[in-house]
């Protein structure tokens, strides 16, 4: 079985001023919400399970999605209070069934070789950021890599061509298990981190379509590129 979480709990606030009355990941892309260009790029995929993350305007994406989609159930958790990216996923591991779980943002579109990365999660079984090769990491903050290993992190602000960390991680389900549930902590910062600097992290690195529409201009270019 392959399952997956998506987080989709944020406020989008960078996106308020085009999508002023919907959570983020629902967003409408030519009309259709984003989250299902997402979804159904998962169920295509073989996903037969995903967990939503949700908080602001969750009752929206629940009473759309409901408990079924393509054929994939879906099963919902939702933040009483922000969580982080990292306290997110924790509450999310507890409805997992699976020994391993993809995570996904729900504002990012990415084309993934999934098989290729379950390959990689059988044969060593420890942690897995998927990192892109971007004109620009400006944006998004840059990846260091030596050995085709993962050793740094860089903040936004460095910019010309390099590896980011698409925002897609492969991860034991017990993997967050020394964190308190209901601890809000950053799954990038406070935890991933840690792992590199032990190197205890594989990277796999894609070239699967990548779009995040998380600020206007972005947005406006998955109107184009994700039209289907």
């Known amino acids: 079985m392959l399952e997956a979480i998506v987080l989709a709990g944020g406020q989008g606030t960078r ?8 959570p983020k990941p629902m967003a409408p892309i030519a009309g259709k919400p984003f989250l299902e260009i997402l979804l159904g790029n998962l169920a295509r995929n073989g996903f037969n399970r995903i967990i939503i993350s949700l908080g602001y305007m969750a009752e929206i994406i629940q ?6 989609f393509l054929g994939m159930e879906i099963v919902y958790v939702v933040e009483d209070t922000p969580l982080g990216t990292g306290g997110a996923v924790r509450l999310a591991m507890t409805k997992c069934h699976a020994d391993h779980t993809f995570v996904f943002n729900g504002d990012t579109f990415l084309d993934l070789e999934v098989a290729a990365i379950e390959k990689l999660w059988q044969q060593f079984r420890q942690p897995i950021l998927v ?9 998004y903050g840059r990846l260091s890599v030596q050995g085709g290993k993962i050793v740094g992190f ?3 602000g460095m910019s010309g061509p390099g590896l980011i960390n698409a925002g897609v991680y492969v991860l034991n389900r017990n993997q967050l298990n020394l964190y308190a549930l209901g601890t809000a902590f950053s799954l990038e910062s406070d935890y991933l981190e840690v792992l ?5 992290m ?7 379509q990548f779009i995040d529409i998380g600020v206007p201009e972005d947005y406006a270019r998955a109107q184009v590129e994700l039209y289907k």
Do not use: I, W
């Open 15 to 22: 996106l308020r001023s085009v999508v002023p009355d919907l």
């Open 63 to 68: 009473a759309h999605f409901q408990n079924n």
């Open 131 to 139: 990192g892109r090769a971007v004109p620009d990491t400006s944006r």
């Open 154 to 156: 860089h903040e936004k």
């Open 196 to 200: 590199v600097s032990s190197k205890s």
């Open 202 to 208: 594989d990277l796999f690195v894609t070239s699967g």
